[in-house]
């Protein structure tokens, strides 16, 4: 199933502004790659402003509910790649699994070493949020966030954190660490939200 803009529109009607498209996956992270050579010792943490927090296995994630959905992914860097599928969890299943609370109005991403996002819980509610575990038919590879990364398409690409590990549910919007850094709390692409200054 294809979510996002409709395939019956040109290729230029899907590409936000100041977008180029590339076929290439390119990788863009910063510090090095974390590397997960046994999955029994992986987990992600789900807490904060629910009634129910989580420690999930990778098995756990396996054995809910999996969806493929496609979509179009738009970097801040300026490049925008079409036609992604995706396989995993929709996030709207974690957090019925986890009871959020109605105070909980964001969200924030923890991924290894430290790196963190921040998303509206209206963004990671969208029926387009995915907790990915697959990209294009294969498991991610460990530049693109092996085991889990989450996947935002209607934002820009630094919300979808790779390498996942907590998901927390808070009333307040804390930065993440590029909104830390200059980047936009919000970063919708089709507002050109790239920097705190836009």
């Known amino acids: 199933m294809y979510f996002g803009k409709?395939?019956?529109h040109t290729d230029s009607e899907r590409v936000p502004p100041n977008q180029h498209v590339t076929k290439k996956f390119p990788v863009l992270h910063a510090g090095s790659v974390p590397?997960?050579?046994d999955l029994n010792r992986w987990n992600l943490q789900v807490y904060g402003l629910v009634d129910q927090p989580l420690l999930l296995s990778f098995s756990d994630l396996m054995n809910y509910p999996q969806t493929t959905l496609g979509n179009d992914i738009h970097?801040?860097?300026g490049w925008t790649r079409l036609d992604n599928e995706w396989s995993g969890i929709k996030t709207k299943i974690i957090a019925e699994a986890a009871g959020v609370n109605e105070r909980a109005r964001f969200v924030m991403l923890h991924a290894e070493?430290?790196?963190t996002a921040n998303v509206a819980?209206?963004?990671f509610l969208q029926d387009t949020s995915l907790l990915a575990h697959s990209h294009d038919g294969q498991a991610l590879t460990p530049e693109h966030g092996y085991p889990l990364r989450a996947?935002?398409?209607h934002l820009y690409f630094w919300k979808s954190a790779k390498w996942l590990r907590g998901i927390q549910f808070t009333e307040h919007n804390h930065p993440g660490f590029w909104e830390k850094?200059?980047?936009h709390m919000n970063g919708n692409p089709w507002e050109e939200e790239r920097f705190s200054w836009d």
Do not use: M, S
Request: aromatic share 20%.
């Open 35 to 37: 590397e997960y050579p």
């Open 75 to 77: 970097c801040v860097t």
């Open 181 to 183: 850094n200059g980047y």
């Open 121 to 123: 819980i209206e963004d």
């Open 113 to 115: 070493e430290g790196w």
């Open 151 to 153: 996947v935002f398409p």
């Open 6 to 8: 409709p395939r019956a």
